[in-house]
């Protein structure tokens, strides 16, 4: 485990995760997973409540290929990202093998119920227990944590945007009565093929955002430029804040030893 710019992430490969989540699941102990990008590092630096709900987390990957570089350069040892959406995709189908029961919530009526039909078509012997849309009001959150519940889902994955869905989770993990839960945010469009993911050289690249910002310019390029701007500053002080440790270190030490030589002369 490192920790960067105060949140604790996990430094397990996908394969480690899943096995991780699968004996807990087996155990009955109850997970809460959530994937960290730069985009969601920044938010957590002025919105409190979304750092409580992330760092509440029993399991903390790291998602997005900016952030696992951001770790390296302050020296932490990262082996592989681990994508929300193929972390998603290898619980699914570990769930089918094993008969574990799941639960959809997010997205729009119309794209939730396109992911059913591709999910179906893709896991056929998935036990999809129950499925909701993620357009409801708060004063509905009750009534649906409970549906939840009576569903007897063992996973559960919750595909809305950032801080909503995080923030509910965080809020309602108690109710569920499952035993894993994440969020997936946009998996469901994808799955859906409302959206598209970014070819492979560019997530390798750490483009996959700039790939997301060209499907939706309108909703994300702001978003994106904030936050990719606000971390490349975050890197860029901490790195002058580090050096500043190191070579202060250093002075102390020297001035010590000068101390110490000259005492015993």
Sequence with gaps: MINLFGTHMHTLTMQETVSTINKRINNKI????VVVNVAKIVNMQRDAVLRESVNSS???NID????????????KEVTERVSGIDLFYELLKSAQQTGKRVFLLGATPKVLGKTLINLKKQYPHLN???????????????????RIHDS?????????????????????????GVSFVMGVGGTFDIVAGKTQRAPVWMQKA????????????????????????????????????????????RRIKRRHLSQIKGNSE
């Design 30 to 33: 109850f997970t809460q997973h």
């Design 128 to 146: 999809i227990t129950g499925v909701q849309h993620g357009y409801f009001q708060e004063n509905e959150e009750a009534e649906i944590a409970q």
């Design 64 to 75: 997005g290929m900016g952030l696992l570089w951001g770790a390296r350069l302050f020296s």
């Design 152 to 176: 007897g889902a063992e996973l559960l994955f919750v595909a809305m945007s950032s801080p909503k869905k995080e923030n509910f989770i965080n809020r309602w993990k108690n109710h569920f």
């Design 58 to 60: 029993d399991i903390i």
């Design 206 to 249: 750490g483009l996959e955002w700039f790939y997301r910002v060209m499907q939706e310019p309108t909703r994300l390029w702001k978003r994106y430029l904030y936050t990719n701007s606000k971390f490349a500053w975050m890197l860029l002080r901490g790195g002058f804040d580090r050096q500043f440790r190191i070579h202060g270190s």
